[in-house]
C-alpha cells in the first residue's frame, strides 16, 4: 500500500535538474519551429519504418513469446516480492489501474474509428465488403489485443522483479542491473532514468494536448462552448488541478478511487450500447472475430506486406509497436508499483489475457456498431463522419437511441481517463526522479503535474504536438534495442532464482525419540502471546544463531547476528561476489485456526482470537514454518539445514 509521505524533499539530483532542463530545451526547440519540427521527425518516423519495421516487429514478437513461456514455465510460480508477502490490491482495484494507464481513452477514440477506418480501406483487398469487416475487426484486436499488453507486462514483470525480489529501486534503471551492476546509481543509470522522464512527459503531454482538443470538442458539441485554444488551455490546467488532488490524496484514495470510477462507466457504456443495438448479431460477430483474430495472430504479427508494400504498415501497425514501447518506461513502472505480491504467473495472465479479453468485447461492441450501421443499415455517412477526428465518437452515437445519455458518460469518461493518466504519469515521474521512492511530501509530488500542464499548453499554443508525438514515436527504437538487453539480464537473474528453489538437499532424518512425537503434538496446543515469541527469540534463536556464527569463524567464513524488534533474529553469512545467506525468525501474529480454542484454559491470555508465531524467514521471504518451542540444538540444526540447502544452490548455479 502507499506508503506515508515523508516531510523533506527527496530528490536525485542527477535525474531531476538534468530532465527539467533537457525537457525545457526540447520543447522550446520543437515549438520554435513547429513545422520544420513536424518535418524533421516525420521523416525521421518514416525513416525508421523503412528501414527498422522488421526490428520493431521482432521485438514485439520477443516479448509476446517471453510472456507466454513464463507464464507456463516453473519459473511463473516465482513472487514479486518476498515468498510470504500478498497482493497490495485485490483484483477488481488492480485491473482498474492496469487498464487505466495502459490504454485509457483511446479505446474511446478508436473503438468505432479504427474498425471502421479497416473495413473501409483495408491494407489488401476491396474495402467495404463483408471481408473487409471481419479483417478490420481483428486488425484492430491485433494492435490493441495480447501484443499491446505483452509489451507492457514484460518491461512491468523486470522492473517489479528486480525492486521487490532484490530490492533495487523502482526505476527504469533497475532493469539493467544484470548488465551493469552496481553503475546503475551512476551515471549510466541517472541517464536511463532521464530518458524515462523525458519520454513519460512527453508522451503524456501530447496524449493530454490532443485530448483536450476532444473534451473540447465534446463540450461544443453538447454544451455549445466555444473551441477556442484558450479554452483548452484552461481544460488542461483543470484536468492538471484535479490530477494534483489524486496525486496529493495518494495511490489508494485517489488513483485506484478514480480508476474504478472509470471501469464502472465504461462496463455501464459498454452495456448500454450493446443491448441498444443489434445485441445478437454484436456478440456473434465479436465471438468469430476473436476467434479469427487467435487463429492468424502469429501470421498478422509477422506480416511486414513485404511483397504488397503499403503506407498502412508504416501508419498503422508500426505505429502502434512504437507508441507502445515509447510508453512502456510509464506503464511498466505504474504497473509494477501496483503488482507488488503477484506471482509472475498470475501477474502475466492478468495484464495480459484479461484486459486483452475486454479489450476484444469492447472493440466488437463499439466497432461492430459502427460496421453494422454503414454495411447493413445504409448509414454511410457514418464513414465520412469517422474521418472528423474530434468528433467521431460523439457523431457516432448520434445513431444509438439515448444519445445524450450516452454523451455524457463519455465526455465524463474522458475527463476520468485524462486526469488518471495524468495523476498516475505524475506518481511516476516522481519516483524516477526520488529513487524510486513514492511517499515523498504532497509538493514535490505536485511540481510534476504542473510540468505536464506547462509543456502540454506551450505545445497546444506553439503547435508543437505533433513534431513531439513523432519525436516520442521514435525514440522506440533505441529503447526496444536497450530493452533486449534488459530482458537478456532478466533471464539470467531469473534462471538463478528457480535455481535456488530447486536446490533441496536431503538431510539425514534423525534417530526417533518416543518422547520427541508427544513434544511436538504438543507445541501444535501453544497460542503464545508476542512477549513470550520475542523471550523465545533472545534467550533461544539468538544463541543458537551465535554458536553457528562462531563454528562459522573456525572455517573463515564471515557472519553477523542482529536482534532487531522490527527484523526478529537475523543471521547474515556472507559470499562475497555470491548471492549472500539470510536466515530470521520473526514473529507474526495469526487469527487462532478453531475459534473454540480461546474458551480453553491454556489459551486465556489470547487477545482478540489471535496469537504468535516465531516464523522462520530467508532471503526470498518467509517460509511458512514456525520454530516457537523449539530447543537451541534444534534451531542449530534447521539453520544448517537449510544453510546446506543455500550451498547446494550456489553449487547449481555455477557449475
Excluded at 484536468?239 to 496529493?248: D, E, K, P, Q
Excluded at 460523439?394 to 486526469?419: D, K, N, Q, Y
Excluded at 524510486?436 to 509530488?445: E, F
Aim: glycine share 8%; aromatic share 12%; net charge negative.
Amino acid at each position: 500500500m502507499t506508503r506515508s509521505a515523508r516531510s523533506e524533499f527527496s530528490i536525485d539530483p542527477a535525474v531531476f535538474y538534468p530532465a527539467l532542463v533537457l525537457l525545457a530545451i526540447g520543447v522550446v526547440a520543437v515549438v520554435t519551429m513547429p513545422g520544420d519540427g513536424v518535418a524533421v521527425f516525420a521523416d525521421l518516423q518514416a525513416a525508421i519504418v523503412q528501414a527498422a519495421s522488421w526490428f520493431y516487429v521482432l521485438v514485439i514478437a520477443l516479448m509476446a513469446v517471453m510472456v507466454l513461456v513464463l507464464s507456463v514455465s516453473r519459473y511463473g510460480d516465482i513472487k514479486l516480492g518476498p515468498d510470504h508477502i500478498e497482493p497490495d490490491y485485490g483484483f477488481l482495484s488492480w485491473f482498474s489501474m492496469l487498464f487505466a494507464a495502459g490504454v485509457g481513452v483511446g479505446l474511446l477514440f478508436y473503438g468505432v474509428a479504427e474498425p471502421v477506418l479497416h473495413f473501409l480501406s483495408p491494407p489488401v483487398g476491396e474495402g467495404g465488403t463483408e471481408a473487409a469487416a471481419a479483417g478490420g475487426m481483428q486488425l484492430t484486436y491485433l494492435h490493441w489485443g495480447f501484443n499491446a499488453w505483452a509489451t507492457y507486462a514484460a518491461v512491468a514483470m523486470v522492473l517489479a522483479y528486480f525492486s521487490y525480489r532484490h530490492n533495487l529501486p523502482l526505476t527504469l534503471r533497475s532493469a539493467f542491473y544484470p548488465l551493469i551492476g552496481d553503475r546503475i546509481y551512476g551515471p549510466i543509470g541517472a541517464s536511463v532514468d532521464v530518458f524515462a522522464v523525458i519520454c513519460t512527459t512527453c508522451g503524456i503531454s501530447v496524449s493530454l494536448g490532443l485530448g483536450v482538443l476532444q473534451i473540447n470538442t465534446g463540450l461544443n458539441y453538447l454544451f455549445g462552448v466555444a473551441i477556442d485554444a484558450w479554452i483548452q488551455v484552461l481544460l488542461i490546467f483543470a484536468t492538471m488541478a484535479v490530477a494534483t488532488v489524486s496525486v496529493i490524496m495518494g495511490l489508494d484514495s485517489g488513483i485506484k478511487r478514480l480508476s474504478e470510477i472509470n471501469t464502472v462507466l465504461a462496463v455501464s457504456l459498454l452495456l448500454l450500447i450493446l443491448f441498444a443495438g443489434p445485441t445478437a448479431l454484436l456478440l456473434s460477430g465479436t465471438l468469430q472475430n476473436f476467434g479469427g483474430y487467435i487463429a492468424s495472430v502469429v501470421p498478422r504479427t509477422f506480416d511486414l506486406y513485404v511483397y504488397a508494400p503499403t503506407n498502412w504498415l508504416g501508419d498503422w501497425t508500426i505505429f502502434y509497436w512504437g507508441w507502445w514501447i515509447s510508453w512502456t518506461p510509464f506503464v511498466g513502472i505504474f504497473v509494477a508499483r501496483i503488482s507488488r505480491g503477484r506471482t509472475i504467473r498470475e501477474f502475466l495472465i492478468g495484464v495480459t489475457v484479461v484486459p486483452t479479453l475486454f479489450v476484444c468485447l469492447w472493440l466488437g461492441v463499439l466497432g461492430g456498431s459502427g460496421i453494422d450501421l454503414i454495411l447493413n443499415q445504409g448509414v454511410t455517412e457514418l464513414g465520412d463522419a469517422i474521418l472528423d477526428n474530434d468528433l467521431r465518437l460523439f457523431r457516432f452515437l448520434e445513431f444509438l437511441p439515448a444519445t445524450e445519455l450516452l454523451s455524457m458518460i463519455c465526455l465524463g469518461m474522458i475527463v476520468i481517463f485524462f486526469v488518471t493518466s495524468a495523476d498516475s504519469g505524475a506518481m511516476v515521474l516522481n519516483m524516477l526522479s526520488a529513487h524510486g521512492r513514492d511517499d515523498t511530501p504532497a509538493l514535490q509530488r505536485s511540481i510534476w503535474t504542473l510540468v505536464i500542464a506547462i509543456t502540454a499548453s506551450v505545445l497546444l499554443l506553439g503547435g508543437g504536438l505533433q513534431a513531439l508525438q513523432a519525436a516520442t514515436i521514435a525514440s522506440a527504437l533505441p529503447f526496444a534495442i536497450a530493452l533486449l538487453g534488459a530482458f537478456w539480464g532478466f533471464a539470467k537473474s531469473i534462471r538463478v532464482d528457480g535455481a535456488k528453489r530447486q536446490a533441496v538437499s536431503t538431510p539425514a532424518p534423525p534417530p526417533a525419540q518416543a518422547q520427541q512425537w508427544r513434544e511436538r503434538l504438543n507445541n501444535l496446543f501453544e497460542y503464545p502471546a508476542d512477549s513470550a515469541v520475542r523471550a523465545f527469540q533472545k534467550n533461544t534463536v539468538v544463541p543458537a544463531m551465535q554458536a553457528f556464527t562462531a563454528e562459522l569463524a573456525g572455517h573463515g567464513v564471515d557472519a553477523v547476528v542482529v536482534n532487531e524488534a522490527d527484523q526478529g533474529a537475523r543471521l547474515e553469512v556472507y559470499h562475497g561476489n555470491e548471492v549472500d545467506f539470510v536466515y530470521a525468525v520473526q514473529e507474526r501474529s495469526h487469527s487462532l485456526p478453531d475459534a473454540s480454542i480461546a474458551a480453553k484454559d491454556q489459551v486465556d491470555a489470547i487477545v482478540d482470537g489471535s496469537f504468535s508465531r516465531a516464523e522462520v524467514h530467508l532471503a526470498e521471504g518467509g517460509q511458512d514454518y514456525d520454530v516457537m518451542g523449539w530447543s537451541e540444538e534444534q534451531i542449530i540444526v534447521d539453520i544448517l539445514n537449510q544453510y546446506e540447502d543455500h550451498l547446494h544452490f550456489l553449487h547449481t548455479v555455477r557449475s
